[in-house]
């Protein structure tokens, strides 16, 4: 008889998805000061809930109803300096809940413009056991951390067909900027703050709007070039979508991950080509 296998682990998630609220973070897309902006956040919190399933009981599990009266008090009348500050300020509230993971995303849906999907903030925590002076505890622990851009609009001559050739298409462009893996307070913001952001948005605007492809491999790959090459970014992520591509499609679109070494490399190819 073949070994009875193990039982998999758990990987249950209690969740709120777009808890929308509002908050001062910063300068709005206007760039004023002090204007209260729409806030759209969504946590994952990972824990086992076999116990409350056997049961029905709540008490054998942790409240989502207690997860957004946490997050909505900690947000109630205060003012925050960026998107990055708000969003370390709710990754605190992790000391007070239970589970192993935590996913917290915060979207400004009207922080930029021409970004009409939000601007924002997304990390990763993870419980883990440290030791001190002997003695053994859990904490939180910021695994992975990334700044995000959702459907960024714009429009430029891309496609292979003659028809594509004649107007421009719209796009939809969708970024993620890694944070640095091990990260202090002092190194969760972009240098430069929402001012860099600002500047790197209407950069790509300014190229992309210019540009005349074939593909979208060829315009993807000019998105991260020019964002790794002028900005202070270690790694990203970049999707551009062609809504209008297919008939029967929503959109259709590529995806490519392009790091500061790629650029290195990139360099020394165009220094040995020119010798």
């Not at 370390?88 to 413009?113: F, H, I, R, V, Y």
Request: glycine share 6%.
């Amino acid at each position: 008889m073949p070994p009875t296998p193990s039982s998999p682990r758990h990987l249950d998630l209690i969740y709120l998805r777009n808890l929308q609220l509002s908050a001062v973070i910063g300068p709005d897309a206007w760039n004023r000061p002090d204007k209260p902006q729409p806030i759209v956040l969504s946590l994952q919190l990972q824990f086992d809930i076999t116990s409350a399933g056997s049961s029905d009981d709540i008490k054998n599990t942790f409240s989502y109803g207690q997860l957004c009266k946490d997050v909505t008090a900690k947000l109630d009348g205060k003012a925050f300096t960026s998107i990055d500050h708000l969003t370390l300020d709710l990754a605190s509230l992790a000391d007070n809940w239970p589970g192993e993971t935590l996913k917290l995303q915060a979207l400004a849906p009207k922080g930029m413009l021409r970004v009409e999907g939000g601007f924002g903030r997304e990390f990763f925590l993870r419980r883990v056991e440290s030791k001190t002076h002997g003695l053994k505890s859990l904490s939180w622990h910021v695994e992975s951390h990334e700044w995000v851009v959702k459907g960024l609009k714009l429009a430029c001559i891309i496609g292979v067909n003659p028809h594509e050739r004649l107007e421009k298409q719209n796009l939809s462009i969708d970024l993620r900027i890694q944070g640095e893996a091990e990260i202090t307070d002092y190194t969760l913001q972009i240098k430069g703050g929402f001012e860099t952001w600002r500047r790197l948005i209407k950069r790509l605007c300014d190229v992309v709007e210019a540009s005349s492809f074939e593909t979208l491999e060829a315009l993807s790959t000019l998105i991260a070039k020019t964002a790794l090459e002028g900005f202070p970014i270690p790694q990203i992520t970049v999707s551009v979508e062609k809504p209008s591509a297919l008939t029967f499609v929503d959109g259709a679109g590529v995806q490519i991950v392009r790091d500061k070494q790629w650029i290195q490399t990139l360099r020394g190819e165009s220094i040995r080509s020119a010798d």
